[in-house]
């Protein structure tokens, strides 16, 4: 889309649920299941709330409304953000995946039976009562974060993990600010904090089906069934257009500033905004960055999704631990095209190159 869409602005909040319903039915298949939840989720949670809290939904709800909107229409910012989210590397559904990820597994076996039963002992044994931290799998946690680590994502959404940060034990005083063994509750409160520091910057994994998905389409293997559809056009009345006619609001003039009026309409806000501007004579102009969305532009948006998500399973072979992959797109070199060979065809082959010594290239 090279323009922000003139759709009329819902009125009722059914209205608006049927909007954010159809704005989500334009996103990728694979991103539209989470989003169509979520839609559907709030709105069955906030339907009950009192008149104060359902303006105040209302108000949010236009909003995403509105940020939906823009991404459709060619909001690259906005679009990445969305698959963010619907992806879980931010948001409700990280929240969900980051559950998963901290909860201890359940012995399937004898041996690890012993094993919970020797820690279930060990932490009754305690001298102090038992918090949230107890329930975390912290080994699992540290093992998933040294992955992270060593991944080397490009542009993460959180703040990077470092090496240190991986064993927050060692990073505890064990003085205080006079010089006296640091006391114990004190220690326990600087240790939980320091593993949900952790926490708050993992990536977690993905379901495996939906992780393989998602590397077909980043490395070109899948068929274009996972585009999204094509915009259905805008219905229009009797008169051609959408919204009616539109009438100037000099009052609205008259009684502010004139950068705070046309502020909607500037090119920087049309996507979010969809006001059209009038005021131009040379007709409404273009929005800022507006990018048409392509087969490949699209790879490459659901590429980065990909490349900041991993899978992790436990290894077959008994004795614990966990195999951890991520996304990672191999660099293929473009084909010149036969009408550039001419340009390449008088260089001699570079051959095998020179390992050692001075001719080393």
């Not at 299941?33 to 949010?60: A, S, Y």
């Amino acid at each position: 889309m090279s323009r922000p869409l003139r759709i009329p602005r819902p009125q009722t909040p059914l209205h608006l649920y049927r909007h954010l319903l159809r704005e989500a039915s334009y996103l990728p298949p694979l991103a539209r299941l989470f989003v169509d939840n979520q839609i559907r989720d709030r709105f069955e949670k906030d339907r009950k709330d009192d008149e104060e809290e359902g303006t105040k939904h209302i108000r949010k709800a236009r909003h995403e409304l509105r940020v939906l909107r823009a991404a459709n229409c060619g909001d690259l910012t906005r679009m990445r953000r969305v698959l963010l989210r619907a992806f879980g590397r931010v948001g409700r559904r990280r929240r969900e995946l980051m559950t998963d990820l901290l909860h201890r597994e359940v012995p399937t076996n004898t041996e690890e039976l012993e094993q919970y039963a020797a820690a279930a002992s060990a932490l009754a044994a305690l001298d102090r009562p038992l918090d949230w931290l107890d329930n975390w799998d912290v080994e699992k946690l540290r093992t998933f974060a040294r992955s992270q680590v060593q991944a080397g994502l490009i542009n993460p959404p959180k703040a990077p993990i470092t090496v240190n940060q991986t064993s927050p034990d060692k990073l505890i005083p064990s003085e205080n600010a006079w010089g006296r063994p640091l006391a114990a509750k004190p220690a326990r409160t600087k240790l939980r904090n320091l593993w949900k520091s952790v926490a708050d910057k993992c990536m977690p994994p993905l379901p495996k089906e939906e992780w393989e998905t998602l590397g077909e389409i980043a490395e070109g293997k899948m068929q274009e069934q996972w585009l999204p559809p094509h915009r259905r056009p805008v219905a229009r009345g009797m008169s051609g257009d959408v919204q009616g006619a539109r009438t100037w609001d000099w009052q609205s003039y008259a009684i502010k500033p004139v950068a705070v009026v046309d502020r909607p309409a500037n090119r920087r806000n049309k996507l979010l905004s969809g006001t059209v501007d009038d005021n131009t004579p040379t007709g409404d102009p273009q929005p800022i960055d507006c990018h048409k969305y392509t087969a490949r532009s699209w790879r490459r948006l659901l590429g980065n999704v990909w490349r900041l998500s991993p899978i992790m399973e436990q290894k077959p072979d008994g004795r614990g631990g966990w195999n951890i992959a991520w996304g990672k797109v191999d660099f293929q070199a473009a084909q010149a095209t036969p009408a550039s060979f001419e340009f390449f065809g008088d260089f001699p082959d570079a051959g095998e190159p020179k390992i050692g010594g001075k001719g080393r290239t």
